[in-house]
T-cell receptor, first 108, second 111 residues
């Protein structure tokens, strides 16, 4: 089975609402990385988070290794947040194992 | 200025031909990677290099060969191309073992 599972697969919000994206993993990891994939395909790193909570503007990432999960919280969503959010766990040799992503659509 | 350059942005090839995908990074990183993203599949790890040495190869086929001529270059040669090779290929780099940064990708279509 897939080692990294993301939920939900898709999400539609009204501008201003909050979103909670989940990532569960079934194998041990060195770290967890969250990415935003633009509609054109390029990936932007949002967080590199081995454990605990990190903040960046309206984004918060929390990784709980013992529970094998990581989450990405988006507060006060904006239409420009629309796109695909990917989580990836970092194994040995630096290899990233990706989930299928959460597609977020924020409507005005 | 883009810090990771991939060339070309788009590539169309015929079945059976050979192509080279170029990747250069100007972040001063010591590790470089190749990933592939096909339709409806997760991004898939292919290779990792550290200090120009192969660290990990998860590609079953020998048709895919990374080439590192300089510390900040990691090209990907693909031979005997098949339609199934159609995908977007991403190069990434990191100051291992830290955060990875991705290039814009090369979208390959094999006819």
């Amino acid at each position: 089975g897939q080692q990294v599972q993301q939920s939900p697969a898709s999400l539609v919000l009204q501008e201003g609402e909050n979103a909670e994206l989940q990532c569960n993993f079934s194998t041990s990891l060195n770290s967890m990385q969250w990415f935003y994939q633009r509609p054109g395909g390029s990936l932007v790193s949002l967080f590199y988070n081995p454990s605990g909570t990190k903040h960046s503007g309206r984004l918060t990432s929390t990784t709980v290794i013992k529970e094998r999960r990581s989450s990405l919280h988006i507060s006060s969503s904006q239409t420009t947040d629309s796109g695909t959010y990917l989580c990836a766990l970092e194994g040995n040799t630096g290899k990233l194992i990706f989930g299928l992503g959460t597609t977020l659509q924020v409507q005005p | 200025d883009p810090k990771i350059i991939q060339k070309p942005k788009y590539l169309v090839a015929v079945t059976g031909s050979e192509k080279i995908l170029i990747c250069e990074q100007y972040l001063g990183h010591n590790a470089m990677y190749w990933y592939r993203q096909s339709a409806k599949k997760p991004l898939e790890f292919m290779f990792s290099y550290s200090y120009q040495k192969l660290m990990d190869n998860q590609t079953a086929s020998s048709r895919f060969q990374p080439q590192s001529s300089k510390k900040n270059h990691l090209d990907l040669q693909i031979t005997a191309l098949k339609p199934d090779d159609s995908a977007t290929y991403f190069c990434a780099s990191s100051q291992a073992p830290w955060e990875q940064f991705f290039g814009p990708g090369t979208r390959l279509t094999v006819l």
